[in-house]
């Protein structure tokens, strides 16, 4: 079904936060191929630049509030989805969240592991188009920084990591069956960066978004499986060590023909120096 990304995100974070309430209530099964569709549980502690983005005034305290992803990119700066900060996902304009924290150092959103920073500041592209879902990205600043360990580096224009081909991670606490079932701790899966050409005939221009090659990067497996899924927003596609996509929007999770679409990172690092 082609539903608008954003309000499916922020219906489908309020009941994960509920469904992990009850953690015995209907296990899942959980296909071996299918995370954050097709994941697997990977330490934070490796992967130190992947942070949660909080509300518990919005989502709810079960999984500490996580409603979408974010990734370190400097020692007070994250990047996550534009669209993370809307008010389709957020219920409410984001003036009125008083409680927006980035959570970093924490694998299993049960626990009160590593650190809840306060966000002192959030701008959204400016070119951000929600009709195409072009730009979609927003910059946070954090109050407090955080170690220099924690900062992932980005891939540039023309950087081999985005070369199709290419083998790729999505990181995230998003749904990892593609049914609202939100992980407890942190997933990665393994997706291989596809040509503009394969991910210009999936997506030529729906009410799901148009890809546009010079501002997305597209992943995931042309038969399905591995993907990125609702809750992972924001979160970081990693190729070769660097950054080279935030997860952005698709049609549905895993599905054949369908693959992740990911806001591509060196048109962010052109865009941030424009309004710098
Ligand atoms: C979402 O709704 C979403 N399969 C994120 C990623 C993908 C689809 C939807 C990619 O936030």
Known sequence: MRRPIVRTLARAAALGAAAAALPLA?????????????GKLV???DSPWVVALSSRDRFGGTRSGQFCGGV?????????????????VLGVPLRRVSDLKVIAGREDLATNAGNEISVSNVKTNPE??????S????????AEPLP???????????????????????YGWGDTTGRGNYAQSLHAADVTVLADKECQE?????????YTPASMVCAGEIQGGRDACQGDSGGPLV????????????DGCGRAGSPGVYTRISEVVRVMKRYA
Do not use: Q
Not at 128 to 133: K, L, R, V
Not at 155 to 166: F, H, Q, S, V
Not at 202 to 210: E, I, L
């Open 128 to 133: 951000y188009d929600a009709s195409t879902n």
């Open 72 to 88: 370190v990119v400097g020692r007070s700066t994250v990047l996550t989805a534009a669209h993370c900060m809307s008010k389709e």
């Open 202 to 210: 999936a997506y030529p221009g729906s009410a799901d978004g148009t």
């Open 239 to 250: 190729a070769r060590g660097k950054l080279i996509g935030l997860v952005s929007w698709g």
């Open 26 to 38: 209907s296990p899942a099964p959980v296909a071996a191929d299918s995370v954050v569709v097709g």
């Open 43 to 45: 330490r934070v502690a």
């Open 148 to 170: 220099e360990s924690y900062v992932i580096r980005a891939a540039g224009a023309g950087d081999a990591a985005y070369k199709p081909g290419t083998s790729a991670a999505v």
């Open 135 to 142: 730009g979609d990205f927003a910059t946070l600043t954090l």
